[in-house]
T-cell receptor, first 109, second 115 residues
Framework: DGGITQSPKYLFRKEGQNVTLSCEQN?????MYWYRQDPGQGLRLIYY???????QKGDIAEGYSVSREKKESFPLTVTSAQKNPTAFYLC????????FGSGTRLTVV | AQSVTQPDIHITVSEGASLELRCNYS??????LFWYVQSPGQGLQLLLK??????LVQGIKGFEAEFKRSQSSFNLRKPSVHWSDAAEYFC?????????????FGTGTKLQVIP
């Protein structure tokens, strides 16, 4: 079945570390997105990519980086510059509506 | 910039009762409109979408939504709620910005279903 796979489901990061969240899709969608979800704030867009080797900053890109070397993959790196990284991260791809992965919960320890 | 308002943070309904979740948007033209549902710790699932045409759209799980241009609203309804409908519901607006599609989500409405 086609879908989006996010891994890992849970991730713990020490202060000062960079961590990378994986997002893979087999839907053949061109567009992919990363959102951050915090309680009571809905979803906020971090980065998006419409095609391979191209991506754009969203509303809260500071402290994050992405790459889009393959159509299927859109990994997100949470850098040490992100001051409050503890959150639920959702990856999505789109064609006439979003398909979401099941999310990665990142916790700083 | 477009915005989406879901005025109800939390709603409680009895099983079998009808449901209406409110969504208002702010945008100059008619955007694409969506409703998504999220179970705890999971991603979002698309319930239904409106692009154009008939203003009453049917979705999965017995949900429907009605687009009202005059009220800038896209309220979600279900005639009889089941306990399994307890989840968080997000309204979303999709507009083209500089050639890219850009979706803005509301802050969500948590639905509690009581026996």
């Amino acid at each position: 079945d086609g879908g989006i796979t996010q891994s890992p489901k849970y991730l713990f990061r020490k202060e000062g570390q960079n961590v990378t969240l994986s997002c893979e899709q087999n839907l053949n969608h061109d567009a992919m997105y990363w959102y951050r979800q915090d309680p009571g704030q809905g979803l906020r867009l971090i980065y998006y990519s419409q095609i391979v080797n191209d991506f754009q900053k969203g509303d809260i890109a500071e402290g994050y980086s992405v790459s889009r070397e393959k159509k299927e993959s859109f990994p997100l790196t949470v850098t040490s510059a992100q001051k409050n990284p503890t959150a639920f991260y959702l990856c999505a791809s789109s064609q006439d509506g979003y398909t979401f992965g099941s999310g990665t919960r990142l916790t700083v320890v | 910039a477009q915005s989406v308002t879901q005025p109800d943070i939390h709603i409680t309904v009895s099983e079998g009762a009808s449901l209406e979740l409110r969504c208002n948007y702010s945008y100059g033209a008619t955007p694409y409109l969506f409703w998504y549902v999220q179970s705890p710790g999971q991603g979002l699932q698309l319930l239904l979408k409106y692009f154009s045409g008939d203003t009453l759209v049917q979705g999965i799980k017995g949900f429907e939504a009605e687009f009202k241009r005059s009220q800038s609203s896209f309220n979600l309804r279900k005639p009889s709620v089941h306990w399994s409908d307890a989840a968080e519901y997000f309204c979303a607006v999709d507009v083209a910005s500089g050639g890219y599609q850009k979706v803005t989500f509301g802050t969500g409405t948590k639905l509690q279903v009581i026996p």
